[in-house]
């Protein structure tokens, strides 16, 4: 509470809230790993899931930097088969890597209509609500993918709660 007082007056500036977000993505390799498309993840930390031919073309041009052929094949993922949590997923990294956090978060906020119980999906949101300021919003991702056994959610949640702490007594 005294912390989203703290903010909305502007307390805080917008470097303490970069470090913030810096501190719970970049120090968790877990979380960025999250966030990265399957191409760009370490072959132990990929699933053994099967994409389909345009989200696996999608991934390729993204990893390749380019960005918007990326965009467009998962639009067209998206026209053929548009309950895809994946597409929108996957959308939803590439728009965070755009820094675009309202589109990320309608990405993976349509993934979890999809697919509700995707931690990774629900990681990610969380950690588009940090970026955002919205330390309520992103703990209650984190505890809830914590309720489903994921140890990333439950480092983000301890971790956010001690850069709250931390912010707080810096506001006052």
């Not at 989203?4 to 970069?18: G, W």
């Not at 067209?76 to 728009?95: R, T, V």
């Not at 990333?152 to 956010?160: E, M």
């Amino acid at each position: 509470m005294l912390l989203n007082a703290a903010l909305q007056r502007n307390r805080a500036s917008a470097a303490m809230r970069r470090i913030l977000v810096l501190s719970v993505i970049s120090f968790c390799p877990t979380a960025h790993a999250a966030q990265q498309p399957a191409a760009k993840r370490s072959a132990s930390q990929q699933s053994t899931k099967v994409l389909p031919p345009l989200l696996a073309e999608a991934e390729a041009l993204y990893s390749q930097g380019r960005v918007d052929d990326a965009k467009s094949k998962i639009q067209e993922e998206l026209q053929q088969n548009p309950a895809n949590a994946e597409a929108y997923d996957l959308l939803g990294a590439i728009s965070v890597s755009e820094k675009n956090y309202d589109g990320a978060r309608d990405a993976f906020q349509r993934a979890l209509k999809l697919g509700p119980n995707s931690a990774r999906a629900r990681n990610n949101l969380g950690n588009v609500y940090v970026a955002q300021g919205k330390f309520d919003l992103a703990e209650q991702e984190f505890r809830s993918v914590r309720k489903q056994g994921q140890r990333a959610a439950s480092f983000h949640a301890g971790r956010l709660a001690g850069c709250r702490k931390t912010i707080s007594r810096r506001a006052a």
